[in-house]
């Protein structure tokens, strides 16, 4: 069956999106529910194109950045646009873990670390992709042993769904045929304003987290090993503040992140339950986002490193234009053994469910 809404909001085009990359077909997907809001996405790295929701007088707009055509989602200036990230999201510091006495050296593609599952990581492959209803997409990739330095193959589903709700849910389930290392999240790139050129800065987004301690970093943006309270600390968002009413504050680990790129441990009773993790409201436009997931952590980045680029139709993205919600494990797993563990064994599975809800506030 056909669902391929060929007239969609976001004004997308199927022929700039299909292309054979490394032998493997991108296409476009677009999940529409019944209030008539849709989400694009392709199937290169499964990156998020846009995420069409109306605001408090019905208006819609996209609000999430991302690109127009298959060529500009490869050659963007952030790699990681809205896209899925793995096999290790985050930092790894050295690019090096010990698994049962061995050392793995992995890429180093962030200063002296490694970063999000390296250069050619989940971002940068073409996933297979069916879509099963109107409102959901399943894509599968298979790792092999040795890809990007990481041990085992992993087989990795991931699961996009849209619901009647406005909730964008993601689905992961891995399995290894050797012990390995696993951290997956999403890379959304979140503009509730909507995109613009220039899109406007999230400073007014009022941010709440439900965290009462975060992992504080070095000047290298690997996590100290300290789980820091925010109490007392621009890093406090457990009551609703605006992103830019601290984030200028000179308070070393913002001026390390310059602004906000942490890994907030979220508040829960058992491990893996889904809750509530934070919620963004940006008070011009009504929209409101919420995220639930059942990782312990969430890697809160306001788009420092931003220069202007170019997205899609003619959107530009400067610095602090956009805020990012990455559910995952804490940076640095693999070196730090009082931090859940990022260990997947033969014989278990991995799992996640993250979930972006859109609403209005009137």
């Known amino acids: 069956m056909e669902y391929f809404v060929e007239n969609n909001l976001s004004g997308l085009k199927r022929e700039d999106f299909q292309k054979e990359i490394a032998g493997k077909k991108t296409d476009l997907f677009i999940l529409k529910n019944k209030c008539g809001n849709e989400v694009a996405l392709t199937n290169y790295g499964g990156a998020l194109l846009s995420i069409m929701v109306p605001d408090k007088n019905g208006k819609h707009a996209n609000v999430v950045q991302g690109h127009d055509s298959i060529d500009h989602v490869v050659n963007s200036h952030e790699p990681f646009l809205s896209t899925l990230i793995g096999r290790y999201g985050n930092r790894i510091a050295g690019g090096k873990f010990n698994l049962d006495g061995k050392e793995y050296q992995l890429a180093v593609n962030n200063g002296p670390n490694h970063l999000h599952g390296g250069p050619t990581g989940y971002h940068a492959r073409v996933w297979d992709a069916e879509q099963t209803d109107a409102q959901t997409v399943v894509m599968n990739y298979l790792s092999a042993d040795g890809e990007e330095g990481f041990p085992g193959n992993l087989q990795m589903t991931v699961t996009f769904t849209f619901t009647?709700?406005?909730?964008?849910?993601?689905?992961?389930?891995?399995?290894?045929?050797?012990?390995?290392?696993?951290?997956?999240?999403?890379?959304?790139?979140?503009?509730?304003?909507?995109?613009?050129?220039?899109?406007?800065?999230?400073?007014?987004?009022?941010?709440?987290?439900?965290?009462?301690?975060?992992?504080?970093?070095?000047?290298?943006?690997?996590?100290?090993?300290?789980?820091?309270?925010?109490?007392?600390?621009?890093?406090?968002?457990?009551?609703?503040?605006?992103?830019?009413?601290?984030?200028?504050?000179?308070?070393?680990?913002?001026?390390?992140?310059?602004?906000?790129?942490?890994?907030?441990?979220?508040?829960?009773?058992?491990?893996?339950?889904?809750?509530?993790?934070?919620?963004?409201?940006?008070?011009?436009?009504?929209?409101?986002?919420?995220?639930?997931?059942?990782?312990?952590?969430?890697?809160?980045?306001?788009?420092?490193?931003?220069?202007?680029?170019?997205?899609?139709?003619?959107?530009?993205?400067?610095?602090?234009?956009?805020?990012?919600?990455?559910?995952?494990?804490?940076?640095?797993?693999?070196?730090?053994?009082?931090?859940?563990?990022?260990?997947?064994?033969?014989?278990?599975?991995?799992?996640?469910?993250?979930?972006?809800?859109?609403?209005?506030?009137?």
């Open 164 to 362: 009647d709700e406005n909730e964008l849910i993601i689905d992961y389930k891995g399995t290894t045929d050797k012990k390995t290392i696993v951290n997956m999240t999403h890379h959304g790139f979140f503009s509730l304003s909507g995109l613009a050129n220039p899109t406007a800065t999230v400073d007014n987004n009022i941010v709440t987290i439900n965290a009462d301690w975060y992992t504080p970093v070095d000047e290298v943006s690997i996590p100290t090993g300290e789980i820091a309270p925010v109490e007392g600390t621009p890093m406090d968002f457990r009551t609703p503040h605006t992103v830019g009413s601290r984030i200028d504050e000179k308070f070393q680990q913002l001026i390390y992140g310059v602004g906000y790129d942490h890994c907030y441990v979220l508040n829960k009773k058992e491990p893996g339950e889904l809750t509530f993790a934070a919620k963004c409201v940006e008070p011009i436009s009504g929209r409101v986002m919420e995220v639930y997931t059942t990782e312990p952590g969430v890697q809160v980045y306001t788009a420092n490193w931003h220069n202007g680029f170019e997205g899609a139709h003619g959107a530009t993205f400067p610095a602090r234009s956009a805020i990012c919600f990455e559910a995952q494990h804490f940076p640095d797993t693999p070196n730090k053994g009082h931090f859940p563990s990022v260990v997947l064994n033969p014989g278990e599975t991995y799992t996640q469910r993250t979930i972006y809800k859109f609403g209005v506030e009137k």
